[in-house]
């Protein structure tokens, strides 16, 4: 008995060792570092849990010591995956960003789709989507990779392009051709000084390829684009595909005066490797020998003309200052009239220093959007130093460069206008804003638009060419979630501006009206419209380059269409107009930031400010202020905020109209945003991308999870979200 008692025990001891030996339970993770095994469970279950993925799990397991198809690791972190060519689908998900080690990213020829994610791995040097389904933008997480050298999006279903390429240095192959991309080229792709090939065709590409004109490029193919203008001189010695747009053919007009020359960087070629310089030395060494001239006689010709160029000053010199001499004593004769004209030598000698060194201007505190219409005040403009002339001569003004206006943007009359909206008549106001009031306009073919009368406050002279430099700056905005502009009227002194019209109205009219005058909004469109107004503002803060402070963000300011996404409107008009930050301080309803309060001064922290104020428009349904509360209710910000952490304040605070119907950890995250925003401190408040991020993060958990109610306008589903 005891012999079979000892025997079992060790069968049982020997079993033990073997499953501790030989099996690797999926919970317990073996080499792999712990957050790239969690990013690589949530890409699998995003992507449908796909069999073909050999020994991939939707939790747990060992991407690096079980060898899971694809991966690709050095020690314990992934630095590589390649899966291309596998008919996945599904999405992306959101934890790619754990992935600090992977280097490449290869997912081409697949079946993949939705938005491109803004969580991408961070220091990839190769990302290759290619050939997906992918829709939205490309996104500006990508203007964060430094180290990547290969971009490849072709093929897919973007729309917008809203990376910002000053950090992408090391970039040689650009491809994001085969898309639906529109706007111009930004101006930040002259920062791509290593790029070899772009490929931009077949997209819907507008403007002109001028930043192209200075990168080292071998091939560049934009063809079927509705690019416009001429191709830059230093493009036409390159691998060029270019049909299928609307380029100039004539000669191209000469650069504006003081314009420097565009020195493309040349590429190598084989046997002549050497540094340009060396080739234009020897090329003037040549010449210098065919002309018959050595070195010493080329100095010798200049010195002597130096000698008698100073010969010839000296006299025009002391003849002018005897001419001088006798012009002042009959100046001082005179009672000093004409004194101001009368510059003593030391005065003199600043004059031409203050000429050549510009004065220095303190900007730390100026409005980055200002610095596209810097002019200098007339009191600092030069007299003109010719001084045998007693007559006071007007200072010299440049003439401005003629403003040109993209071709997409129409020319209207008023008298179109004034027939459009019925002589403007209060049947058709739309609404009235801190710049003018806005009326809807229906012409003869059945367009519809929205027209904004620019009061005279906001433009006190009329000055059409700054008018029309305003509407050309605005005209270049371009992202789906900024109102659009269609047009503009300057004449009889009048300024008008014609947006696309957007027949859901605001977002103030669906939070605020009565229940009998608008459509209640259930959870998922208010997420959607957060979403995509945070995306609106990351494309002015981050992706316009100078930067556009928008400083009016309010839900009047938020215009939905049918399918209630939301659209950014009045964007670039306060940061363009001359008088408009002293007309939003005498208009605040509550969405300014508290050192916009003290200072009058805008940034775009205080834009950040107040779309957290919007943030919480939506979660709570109350306006920013409102009088006819309690004292300690009327300020919005001051009830909320010490509220936003409290999970039992929180689902007291929440719009009434939602019934109870809302996930509740998606309010929590939603509030979470909103306190990043709304802090004091505007150091503190995160930039654009980061909230966009964020909400990317609520957006695509919701939708894993599959869990959202809700009744009222909409689908309940959880594809409301996006």
Known sequence: ??????????????????????????????????????????????????????????????????????????????????????????????????????????????????????????????????????????????????????????????????????????????????????????????????????????????????????????????????????????????????????????????????????????????????????????????????????AGGIAGIVIS????????????????????????????????????????????????KSMQTPPVVETKKLDTSLSMNLRPPPSERHKSFDEEDSTPRKPFVAKKHAVVVPSNVNVYTVADLQIATNSFSVDNLLGEGTFGRVYKAQFDDGKVLAVKKIDSSALPTDTAEDFTEIVSKIAHLDHENVTKLDGYCSEHGQHLVIYEFHRNGSLHDFLHLSEEESKPLIWNPRVKIALGTARALEYLHEVCSPSIVHKNIKSANILLDSELNPHLSDCGLASFLPTANELLNQNDEGYSAPEVSMSGQYSLQSDVYSFGVVMLELLTGRKPFDSTRSRSEQSLVRWATPQLHDIDALSKMVDPALKGL?????????????????????????????????????????????????????????????
Not at 89 to 116: A, H, I, Q, R, Y
Not at 221 to 243: E, V
Not at 333 to 351: G, M, Y
Request: aromatic residues 6%; charged residues 15%; positive net charge.
């Open 1 to 294: 008995m005891k012999k079979k008692m000892s025997e079992n025990h060790h069968v049982g001891l020997a079993l033990f060792i073997l499953c501790i030996v030989g099996l690797k339970p999926s919970f317990i993770l073996g080499d792999t570092n712990a957050s790239d095994a969690a990013a690589l469970n949530n890409l699998f279950s995003s992507m449908n849990s796909p069999g073909q993925l050999s020994q991939w799990t939707a939790s747990g397991g060992d991407p690096c010591g079980q060898n899971w198809k694809g991966i690709t690791c050095s020690v314990s972190r992934v630095i590589q995956i390649k899966l291309s060519g596998l008919g996945l689908s599904g999405s992306l998900g959101f934890m790619l960003d754990k992935l600090t080690s992977v280097t490449e990213l290869d997912l081409s020829n697949n079946n993949l789709g939705g938005d491109l994610p803004y969580q991408l791995p961070p220091n990839l040097e190769r990302l290759n989507l290619a050939n997906n389904q992918f829709t939205g933008s490309a996104q500006y997480s990508i203007s964060l990779m430094t180290p990547l050298k290969y971009l490849n999006l072709a093929h897919n279903q973007l729309k917008q392009l809203a990376i910002d390429f000053t950090k992408l240095t090391s970039l040689s192959i650009l491809d994001l051709s085969s898309n639906t991309i529109t706007g111009s080229l930004p101006n930040t792709m002259t920062s791509l000084t290593s790029a070899k090939s772009i490929y931009l065709q077949n997209n819907q590409f507008t403007g002109t390829i001028d930043v192209l004109a200075t990168l080292p490029l071998e091939n560049l193919n934009i063809a079927n684009n509705r690019f416009t203008g001429w191709i830059p001189d230093s493009l036409r010695g390159i691998n060029l595909q270019k049909d299928g747009n609307s380029f100039n053919t004539g000669p191209a007009p000469p650069p504006p005066p003081g314009t420097p020359p565009i020195h493309r960087s040349p590429t190598p070629k084989s046997g002549n490797r050497g540094s340009p310089s060396n080739g234009d030395d020897s090329g003037s060494s040549s010449d210098s020998k065919s002309s018959g001239l050595g």
């Open 305 to 352: 003309l130096l000698v008698v160029t100073a010969v010839i000053a000296f006299f025009l010199i002391k003849r002018k200052r005897s001419k001088r001499t006798s012009s002042s004593t009959d100046i001082e004769r005179s009672d000093n009239v004409n004194q101001p004209f009368t510059l003593a030598s030391n005065d003199i000698h600043q004059e031409n």
């Open 662 to 722: 809302y996930p509740v950890k998606s309010l929590s995250r939603f509030a979470d945003v909103i306190a990043l925003c709304v802090q004091p401190e505007p150091e503190f408040r995160p930039p654009m991308s980061e909230v966009v991020q964020a909400l990317v993060v609520l957006v695509q958990r919701a939708n894993m999870s599959k869990r959202t109610v809700g009744v009222g306008s909409g689908s309940s589903g959880a594809n409301d979200y996006m």
